[in-house]
């Protein structure tokens, strides 16, 4: 599955958004403050305004279990996991690998999986009027 969105956020100021990832599931790896959680409000306002089933998880989520996330994913066709180091275990990240949806982890530290495979990983790039996403190679296997 790949996910293309170009699409204009209005809010009090107007964002460029720019999203290309070529990956079902997307791990955008990269410091604090550079757009991540904003980019998944944005995405969020996107789902909602054109009617795309998605869920959103976040710090608050740090003591739910596998069966939450079963649970509460359902039929969303987006799932956006927001500082996913608190939360995020290997058991649940092959769960969203083979999900068939489109999963976007934002998290900094991937060192404690097994495995990754099949996963891309990419950088946000904001700038206060655009944000978009760039895939890198890391050229790392994990």
Do not use: P
């Not at 904003?38 to 959103?56: A, D, G, H, P, T």
């Not at 976007?104 to 206060?128: N, Q």
């Amino acid at each position: 599955m790949k996910m293309r969105i170009n699409w204009v956020y209005n809010g009090l100021v107007d964002i460029t958004l720019d999203i290309n990832l070529d990956d079902t599931v997307a791990i955008l790896l990269d410091d604090s403050g550079t757009g991540k959680t904003f980019m998944f409000k944005v995405l969020s306002s996107y789902c909602v305004i054109n009617q795309i089933r998605c869920e959103k998880f976040d710090y608050s989520d740090e003591h739910r279990n596998l069966e939450y996330f079963r649970n509460t994913i359902g039929d969303a066709e987006i799932v956006l996991m927001d500082n996913a180091d608190l939360y995020m275990t290997q058991e649940l990240l092959d769960y969203l690998k083979n999900s068939g949806k489109q999963v976007i982890i934002s998290i900094k530290h991937i060192e404690k999986f097994t495995s990754c495979e099949g996963c891309g990983f990419y950088t946000v790039d904001y700038d206060g009027k655009s944000l978009k996403t760039v895939r890198e190679n890391y050229g790392f296997a994990i």
